[in-house]
């Protein structure tokens, strides 16, 4: 099979001090593709001390631009590095609006339709305008072929416009996890109250212990 080339686009890289799950599980799909031999470029936002450019995971990665400016700095990375088979527009809020100026085929890629999470961030009237806009952007994607991780979102896409949704579930690491290891960043979204009640349980395992919490988010005064 001759190799491919892919540009993935995602507001943040495995290495942004605000990268999260999406990301994780992004930087696998992608070291994957490259395992088999595909070529792939990961553009992301900037971030303070961050390199132009690196390598994680065979990935190559490129980063410019900040809120309201990536989108040009990723239209010139695809310019300068094209062409491409395929550009996965990978959303948070808000696409990229790759299918518009790339000319290469596209995949809208999503690991949940925000929705309700715009009121655990921001106070209203930027929370509804969040929300109104984030289904404003599907329905323009109404053409897109998405790609997600759960059937609940892609129900959500469905009602919103979108006409063609794969659900791809996430994996799971096969690798033995510490069971004292960090929860995240203590913030509502993240269901903190969750590991709040499993934390009796854990603590009934040898070494179990969920004090060392890895973040500062909102809700870390629970712990």
Known sequence: MKPLRFLMLNWRDPENPLA?????????HMAELVRRGHEVIWFANDFEDAEPETVIDCIRIIRGGWRGSSILHARRCH??????????????????????????KCVAYIHEVLGPIWRAFYRWPTSTIGR????FFQRLYAGVPF?????????????????????WPTGTDTATIRIDGAV???VDVHAVRVPLRAEP????Q??????????????????
């Open 79 to 104: 310019r300068e590095h094209r062409p491409f088979d395929l550009v996965i527009d990978q959303h948070h809020g808000l696409p990229w609006f790759a299918h518009w100026w790339s000319g290469t």
């Open 201 to 204: 349980r854990v603590r009934e």
């Open 132 to 135: 109104v806009q984030e289904r």
């Open 20 to 28: 999260g799950g999406a990301e994780r599980v992004t930087q696998r």
């Open 206 to 223: 040898p070494g179990g212990d969920l004090s060392d919490d890895q973040g500062d988010g909102s809700f870390e005064d629970d712990f």
């Open 184 to 186: 995240g960043h203590a």
């Open 147 to 167: 790609w997600t991780v759960s059937e609940s979102t892609r129900q959500q896409l469905l009602s919103h416009g979108v006409r063609d949704v794969s659900v």
